[in-house]
């Protein structure tokens, strides 16, 4: 998808240094998908149209939100748009709306 980059969320910081890009490691089960055409500062921290998984468990539904750079740094690894899909199939499902 064109101008979207996919993330990976981790519950931990120490799960997100174990993993690679190949060998993503232990992680939620859901992806975010960022825009960042438009990013806009908001309280100091540059900030992120977005969309991902709305409860804390493996492939769940979606919603459209925001995220902070800080927040992607601190608790995601870019993965490809393949990984993405493999992860979480609803995220996709939701951008196809």
Same mark, same amino acid.
């Given at each position: 998808?064109? %101008?979207?980059?996919?993330?990976?969320?981790? $519950?931990? #910081? @120490?799960?997100? +240094?174990? $993993?690679?890009?190949?060998?993503? !490691?232990?992680? @939620?089960? +859901?992806?975010?998908?960022?825009?960042? #055409? *438009?990013? =806009?500062?908001?309280? %100091?921290?540059? &900030?992120?149209?977005?969309? &991902? !998984?709305?409860?804390?468990?493996?492939?769940?539904?979606? $919603? !459209? @939100?925001?995220? @902070? *750079? !800080? =927040?992607?740094?601190? /608790?995601?690894?870019?993965?490809?748009? *393949? *990984?993405?899909?493999?992860?979480?199939? /609803?995220?996709? +499902?939701?951008?196809?709306?």
């Amino acid at each position: 998808m064109k %101008g979207i980059r996919f993330y990976l969320e981790y $519950a931990t #910081k @120490t799960e997100k +240094n174990k $993993a690679t890009r190949k060998k993503v !490691g232990k992680h @939620t089960g +859901n992806c975010i998908a960022v825009e960042f #055409k *438009q990013p =806009y500062h908001s309280l %100091g921290e540059v &900030c992120f149209w977005a969309y &991902c !998984g709305v409860f804390e468990y493996e492939n769940s539904p979606c $919603a !459209g @939100t925001a995220t @902070t *750079q !800080g =927040y992607l740094r601190e /608790n995601c690894k870019h993965i490809s748009e *393949q *990984q993405a899909k493999e992860i979480h199939p /609803n995220l996709f +499902n939701y951008l196809e709306q």
